[in-house]
């Protein structure tokens, strides 16, 4: 019979298992505490013999690194464990750094130095550009009115080129504004504000275009030359990259140029290309072109595939074929199609001269590494403020059954997302930025900033539309969201699609990137590095034993476990933090479990990729929102957008844990229990409804957290305008609140008769003043209020003629000449090779200018 004591030794050692285990403790420490269980059961000669050579094995060095983990290296190997990494797909992963994404991925993230992390305010420089130039440029032109044109009015063109909005991210000492990537958010988000055409004008030559690759990567001859002439929109560039072959596979683009000496001994490239949805394309004055490049004649090097290029090719050189425009979703940016056909320009065209030949693709994801976390990050901010600003507005004059309809329960509930969503998303522009300005190139935080920013936009702007009903769909310049709702597809599409950058790039390529070991096992199992591996394998095993136990304890005790003494948070603040922590440990260990399952096929499975995705960039958001909320200060009538913000975050990371744990192929004595649990001990639930109804009111109450929470967007003082009308109408409403409070206190009471307000307001006011429970000045602010009211939810209607202005029905003729003229080009192009990959030799063609009058008169 065991006694009492020896019984008691079990609950303690098994206590002692789940400290070390959480712990995390190494090698020769669990081999102790097994000696130790071994001695207390008495345990027989047998198996301390076996337990003695274990204990050896693994804790000695050269042992373990003989006997197990070589065999384990050809067992993975075998078995394809981890997953292979292609030329580009490396580059793409090595491209960028590593930021805090990597602390979600440790199970245990360090929350004093996500905190210690810069989140900035722009400074007083900057302020007075907001609030000058892009406050006159927003001026200059309606969205309404851009629309109508199908372009920017020429002074408003003229405008953002004299101020130097094309040349914002160019250093003064080229001509440019030399802005941080804050302060170009800042601008962008204000523009976006306005319309949506200013982004996709601005952007492009700001982002990923020419001006960008030359600071990076440019001669000093190239940046002396293109630069100021970027800067003061004397050029307007284009980037071409995408062709009808090559859209998410950037990297499988056929474009091809092919190096030859001419008859003056100088090296040239011949270039023929096709590319589509090209941003500026049919204005550009100078295109930065991606293509493949050949060197049949070994002129370079001893390669005839170079590989990717990146060259500048001004516009005008002959062969290069502008002149038409895609129509995305009626929004009317420039975005072209363009082609060039034998188009010859100098080798010292490639960005960087010849030296940077066949470094294409790594110039394009270094850039886009950091560029798609700002620009689109920027846009979608002001999209979502601005959207903030009319449904709050629109909520709080728009009356049905006598109230506004923002005091409906139903209409509450699109308000609160509108509002949470916008706190966090301008929690993440700056904090994303501050990481960029202070060195960073955070890849895996950018395509989560660019994925879930597109599309909490959208989400935000369906709930916009919903809100408005019938004024958000009747086109005209009284309407605010019609076109935005139309535009939103775009940022979706554009600069990595976002089924791709979900399912590939913030999780495929993130896990690969931000994890502590398996990028490193990667690389020593490719160079058969047995020391190397034997370190990384053997950490990494604990590091999975000490995340497992850490999730099991902290889900146990709901976070409470998790330290967060560094920090000096208390109340609901700290819990957030603990519920960031017990997401985290895991996420961590679920990776490494989704790994050993499917090895180097996990990332062929996308829809599972896809739900990690959502895990790790909640973590980040939440994480970004608390660290706006510390350090603006805590203030309190924010609190209700960071608990909502934060239940959200957390709510969705246990969506995306329960998708998980329900397709993970784990035996059924494990998924059965884990899958329950998840459900009956939630991460999260989503925000209550009372939470949501504060920060309704809240964006429907003309003031001060209305505004901060609305901060940085154009809003027009002039009532004529659509959103002034509303602004006004809301301003009047709020201040004759009191008056229709005291009208409704006198009918209830039986002072004057009990009508309805809606309908007979000036019947009512008469009553009022007759009883003296009004003042004139008091029934005054009532009319006024009431005609802004009825003002500002009236919508737009042409008369017939109006409606058909600038309509142009095109005859059959017209089409079948469109049709022709491409078909023109693409059959050419054929006839030379665009879409194969033939290498003509160099003796084989003729000198410089071969073929252009042939060519010219076929066009």
């Known amino acids: ?95 960028g750094t590593v930021w805090i994404e990597g602390e979600f991925f440790s199970g245990n993230p360090d929350f004093q130095c996500i905190n210690s992390e810069p989140y900035p305010t722009i400074d007083p420089e900057i302020q007075s550009f907001l609030d000058i130039q892009v406050e006159k440029a927003c001026e200059m032109a309606t969205d309404w009115e851009i629309h109508r044109r199908k372009d920017l009015p020429p002074a408003l063109w003229d405008y953002l080129k004299q101020e130097r909005f094309l040349g914002m991210t160019i250093p003064k000492s080229y001509g440019g504004l030399g802005f941080s990537s804050l302060a170009y958010s800042a601008v962008i988000m204000k523009l976006a504000s306005r319309s949506f055409i200013h982004t996709a004008t601005v952007g492009v ?22 630069l100021p002439r970027l800067a003061s929109g004397e050029e307007i560039p284009c980037f071409a990259l995408t062709e009808p072959s090559a859209g998410s596979d950037a990297a499988s683009i056929i474009s091809k140029g092919v190096v030859f000496k001419a008859e003056d001994d100088n090296l040239y490239i011949r270039l023929n290309f096709r590319k589509r949805y090209i941003t500026l394309g049919a204005i550009s004055t100078l295109i930065g072109l991606a293509f493949k490049l050949y060197d049949p004649d070994h002129l370079l090097s001893k390669d005839e595939d170079v590989g990717i290029t990146c060259a ?11 002149g038409q425009r895609h129509d995305p979703m009626g929004v009317p940016f420039y975005n072209s199609p363009i082609a060039g056909v034998d188009v010859v320009v100098p080798i010292s065209q490639i960005i960087g001269g010849v030296e940077q030949a066949g470094r294409g693709w790594q110039m394009l994801v270094q850039t886009l590494a950091a560029g798609r976390g700002i620009s689109f990050p920027a846009t979608c901010t002001g999209v979502a403020k601005f959207v903030t600003r009319v449904t709050g507005a629109y909520a709080g004059v728009r009356q049905q059954f006598g109230l506004p309809i923002g005091r409906f ?20 522009r700056v904090y994303t930025c501050a990481a960029v300005d202070r060195g960073e190139k955070p890849a895996v935080a950018a395509a989560i900033a660019k994925y879930q920013f597109t599309e909490l936009a959208r989400k935000i702007v369906n709930d916009g539309m919903d809100t408005l009903g019938g004024a958000g769909i009747c086109r005209g310049p009284r309407n605010l969201l019609a076109n935005l709702y139309t535009a939103m597809p775009i940022p979706i599409t554009v600069e990595g699609s976002n089924i791709l950058t979900r399912t590939m790039m913030i999780f495929g390529q993130g896990a690969i990137r931000c994890h502590p070991y398996i990028y490193q096992e990667i690389e020593a199992l490719q160079k058969q590095d047995a020391i190397a591996v034997d370190m990384l394998l053997w950490n990494h095993f604990g590091f999975i034993v000490k995340n497992g136990f850490r999730s099991a304890l902290l889900s146990l005790s709901r976070g409470h476990l998790a330290n967060l003494s560094d920090l000096g948070t208390s109340g609901a603040i700290a819990r957030y933090y603990q519920k960031l922590t017990w997401a985290s440990a895991t996420f961590a260990f679920l990776t490494d479990i989704a790994f050993l399952l499917f090895g180097g096929s996990l990332k062929r499975h996308e829809k599972l990729t896809g739900r990690f995705a959502d895990m790790l960039s909640w973590l980040y958001l939440g994480s970004a929102t608390l660290r ?46 884990l899958r329950g649990w998840c459900r009956l001990n939630p991460i999260a639930s989503l925000p209550t409804d009372a939470l949501g109804g504060q920060i309704a009111k809240s964006i429907q109450t003309f003031g001060s957290d209305r505004d901060r929470l609305t901060s940085g967007i154009y809003i027009p003082t002039d009532s004529n305008e659509a959103l002034g009308r509303l602004e006004n109408a809301l ?16 009918m209830r009471s039986g002072q004057i008769l009990n009508i309805k307000l809606d309908r007979n307001l000036e019947q009512a006011i008469a009553l009022a003043l007759s ?21 500002a939810i009236q919508v737009d209607a042409f008369n017939l003629d109006e409606y058909m202005q600038g309509a142009e029905v095109s005859s059959p003729e017209k089409l079948y000449a469109s049709m022709s003229y491409a078909s023109q080009v693409y059959d050419l192009a054929a006839v030379v090779n665009i879409t194969q990959n033939t290498i003509v030799s160099n003796s084989q063609s003729k000198a410089f200018g071969y073929g252009l009058g042939d060519r010219n008169a076929a066009l």
């Open 1 to 95: 019979m065991i006694t009492l004591p020896f019984a008691m030794t079990i609950p303690v050692l098994l206590a002692t298992l789940v400290l070390l285990g959480y712990m995390g403790v190494s090698l020769w420490q669990w081999s102790l505490y097994g000696a130790i269980a071994l001695l207390i059961f008495n345990a027989p000669l047998e198996i301390w013999g076996i337990f003695g050579v274990l204990a050896l094995v693994f804790n000695l060095t050269l042992l373990r690194r003989n006997l197990a983990t070589v065999p384990i290296m050809k067992l993975i190997r075998s078995l394809k464990l981890l997953p292979s990494i292609s030329a580009t797909e490396q580059v793409a992963i090595e491209s």
């Open 205 to 226: 030559t700001n982002s990923l275009g020419p001006a960008k690759l030359l600071l990076n990567y440019g001669t000093e001859t190239q940046k002396d030359h293109y």
């Open 312 to 322: 500048l090719i001004p516009s005008n050189t002959t062969g290069v074929i502008l």
């Open 409 to 428: 329960e139903g209409v509450e509930e699109p308000l609160a997302r509108i509002g949470g969503l916008t706190y966090l998303m301008e929690a993440a």
């Open 628 to 673: 706006r909320f510390t350090a603006e200060g805590q203030q309190e009538a924010d609190l209700p957008f960071v608990n909502w913000a934060m239940q959200y975050s957390l709510a969705q990371i246990q969506i995306a844990l329960e998708g998980i744990l329900d397709n993970l192929p784990l035996p059924a004595l494990a998924r059965v229990p």
């Open 731 to 746: 301003s009047l409403s709020d201040r004759a609140e009191v008056v229709f409070q005291k009208l409704k206190a006198a």
């Open 771 to 791: 009883a003296n429970i009004i003042s004139e000045a008091e029934a005054n602010l009532l009319r006024e209020a009431e005609l802004a009211r009825n003002e």
